[in-house]
């Protein structure tokens, strides 16, 4: 199963001992691929040095991209369905490209993807995506 993890959901499974945190582990065990852009990573390192530190960034970057189940994706079209925030627009295009099972957000403005057909871009909450992850263990 590939995924595209939205960054507001990557700082709520992080921390040991945090509700999510079984997703983290179940991507350490290698139970799904995390699909990510460079600009995703980008993002994903500048959120958690603010929210967290620099020390906190960098280790969870470098782990990302040290992990064989990992995927680094290029996309080469922006299919801008999000109009509410079009930053948003980079895990879409990245989840269109790779194929990705699922978007992982809390975020609302990926709601706007409901009103399209294709292509189609299932998203879940993180306490959705938690429920399929314990279902498979």
């Not at 959120?47 to 290029?74: D, G, H, Q």
């Amino acid at each position: 199963m590939k995924i595209v993890l939205d960054t507001n959901c990557l700082v709520n499974i992080i921390m040991p001992g945090s509700y999510n945190n079984d997703i983290w582990l179940a991507f350490r065990a290698g139970k799904y691929t995390l699909c990510v852009t460079n600009e995703i990573l980008f993002e994903y390192h500048e959120i958690l040095a603010k929210r967290y530190n620099n020390l906190i960034a960098n280790t969870v970057l470098k782990e990302l991209v040290e992990t064989p189940n990992i995927e680094r994706i290029n996309p080469t079209f922006r299919f801008n369905l999000i109009t509410a925030d079009p930053d948003d627009n980079k895990f879409v295009d990245c989840a269109i490209t790779a194929g990705a099972t699922y978007i992982v957000s809390n975020d609302r403005h990926f709601s706007e993807l409901r009103n399209y057909n294709f292509p189609k871009v299932d998203v879940r909450t993180l306490t959705e995506f938690l429920k399929i992850i314990k279902s498979m263990q």
